[in-house]
């Protein structure tokens, strides 16, 4: 039987190793469930409903995850909150993280799991409507999901998976999904895909999302974090650097 256990932690960081001085490859939100593959120590190697693994310390995990969700019949998505527990004690809680069965929101915003689908259909209109809205502000950091700090593939996967459409974590992964998109940069339609590359070898190193119209959303190093772009602004150094590196468009939607 797959042992399974509850990401208890507002974020918790997912290692290569299992060690704290590890790189970060990702992160799981509260109240997600995770499968245990492995244990090492005060660490287990986990994987997460994308099917990623990675090893996350015990302290971030708790009990059954397939008990916790039985206990609520109604499930709290927040959208960016800080909540209350019964006891008094309260937390902040990023964008996608469940609420725990007694929590209640004193700040900010959450959505009841029957109302997602209305709220955020599986659109590129709403896709991207989306992406323009939740991660302004946002700083680069390597392996996070969350307004908090995301890459370019966590901040793509986490736009989908609002919308209730599972991709891959990595950029890399998530060339493989869909169909091809529009041989131009310029013809990508709302939602699309972009993959860029740096490298000699043309290796995927950047994804960004398409808004329509010439203008991209990500997340990248090069803007220290959340941006929008407009690919027909010749006089910006960085777009033309885009422009150059861009590989190809994969079509989800």
């Known amino acids: 039987m797959t042992k399974c256990a509850t990401v208890r932690a507002a974020v918790a960081p997912v290692h290569l190793d299992a060690r704290i001085a590890s790189v970060q490859i990702s992160q799981q939100l509260a109240g997600h469930d995770v499968e245990l593959l492995d244990e090492r120590d005060e660490w287990f190697l986990v994987r997460g409903a994308d099917d990623y693994d990675g090893w ?6 708790a009990g059954d995850g397939d008990a916790q969700r039985a206990a609520s019949e109604r499930r709290r998505l927040s959208l960016g909150c800080v909540v209350a527990s019964s006891g008094g004690a309260t937390r902040a809680l ?7 069965a ?6 900010g915003d959450v959505i009841e799991s029957d109302a997602l689908e ?3 259909p599986a659109t590129a209109d709403g896709i991207v409507d989306s992406a323009q809205r939740f991660f302004v502000g946002t700083s680069y950091q390597w392996g996070g999901v969350t307004p908090w700090g995301a ?7 986490a736009m989908f998976a609002l919308h209730g459409i599972s991709i891959p974590r990595d950029a890399w992964q998530q060339s493989a999904v869909g169909s091809p998109g529009e041989a131009s940069i310029d013809d990508a339609r709302a939602a699309d895909l ?7 070898d043309q290796k995927i190193t950047h994804v960004a999302m398409a808004l329509g119209s010439r203008r991209v959303a ?12 407009r690919l027909d602004d010749g006089t910006d150094a960085y777009v033309s650097k885009l422009r150059e590196r861009f590989l190809f468009a994969r079509r989800v939607l």
Not at 56 to 61: D, F, I, K
Not at 94 to 99: E, N, Y
Not at 194 to 199: A, I, K, M, T, W
């Open 118 to 120: 209305a709220r955020f």
């Open 151 to 157: 890459d370019c593939s966590g901040f793509a996967q």
């Open 194 to 200: 972009l993959f860029f590359s740096d490298r000699a």
């Open 94 to 100: 990023p964008l996608r993280a469940w609420l725990a």
């Open 218 to 229: 990500h997340v990248a190093l090069g803007r220290g974090g959340f941006h929008l772009e």
């Open 102 to 107: 007694d929590e209640h929101a004193v700040a």
């Open 56 to 61: 996350v310390h015990r302290g971030y995990l």
